[in-house]
């Protein structure tokens, strides 16, 4: 499907929230998406190998068992997720990246200006404002594609990044591991190991999301850290 045909065929669709994730981790969302195409796992920002580049990973549907299950798991065409950043500090999305998916690729737009009425829970897709895409990958193939303005593109399976014990925090909540409580680094167990989920990642040149606010961390009193984006990520139904 060509450029022209992907945007004609989104073009004007409305999508409303099912999901938002804000920080830390997930893995067991709301009963209206737990085990849903729209339930988000995880939301990573961090620095890139190239410093003046930022990397967004937004991780759904896990975790995935490996083998069948991941070689079946899909995304969803009527789920748009939103990678939103506030470069203001009044936490209110002023650039966003979309992705959706069409076929076996993964189609992306935005970094442009929301528009007030897609802030929040609503979104239109930015159809003029195409800004890249990618082959999906599957368990045999990985596809990265990256364009002549710097930005690069993943969508399909990986490893769970998501590290955590859950079968020692169930013994810490349940009260069995007192006064132990939790194990230290090399004794504690991964639970996510061999597990997978599907990913979506974007890395963009820094001077494409503006400068950032000054840093949150100073509303509670903590002084001398660096400007940051403001950043959360949304998982959004076709209406």
């Known amino acids: 499907m060509n450029k022209t045909k992907i945007i004609a065929a989104i073009g004007g669709l409305s999508f409303a929230a099912l999901s938002v994730f804000l920080m830390a981790a997930d893995h067991i969302d709301a009963p209206a998406v737990a085990g849903t195409k729209v339930d988000i796992a995880d939301f990573y920002a961090f620095e890139g190998d190239n410093p003046n580049t930022t990397v967004f990973v937004a991780t759904i549907q896990g975790p995935l068992e490996p083998g069948t299950v991941t070689e ?14 506030d470069n203001t500090g009044d936490f209110v ?15 992306f737009f935005g970094l442009s200006e929301v528009e007030p009425e897609d802030t929040g829970l609503s979104s239109n897709i930015y159809v003029n404002d195409g800004i890249g895409q990618v082959e999906i990958s599957t368990t045999e193939e990985t596809f990265i594609s990256t364009t002549t303005s710097g930005i690069s593109f993943f969508a399909g399976p990986r490893r769970d990044y998501f590290y955590f014990d859950f079968n020692r925090f169930n013994e810490v909540a349940s009260g069995a591991a007192a006064p132990e409580g939790f194990f230290p680094p090399g004794q504690a167990t991964d639970f996510f190991e061999n597990l997978n989920v599907l990913a979506i990642i974007v890395e963009v040149p820094n001077f494409m999301l503006g400068e950032a606010p000054d840093h949150i961390g100073g509303s509670f009193g903590i002084s001398g850290l660096p400007r940051a984006h403001n950043v959360w990520l949304s998982a959004k139904r076709k209406q």
């Open 72 to 85: 079946n798991a899909v995304f969803d065409e009527d789920v748009i997720i939103e990678f939103n950043i």
């Open 93 to 107: 999305e002023d650039l966003v990246i979309q992705a959706v998916r069409r076929d076996s690729i993964m189609y």
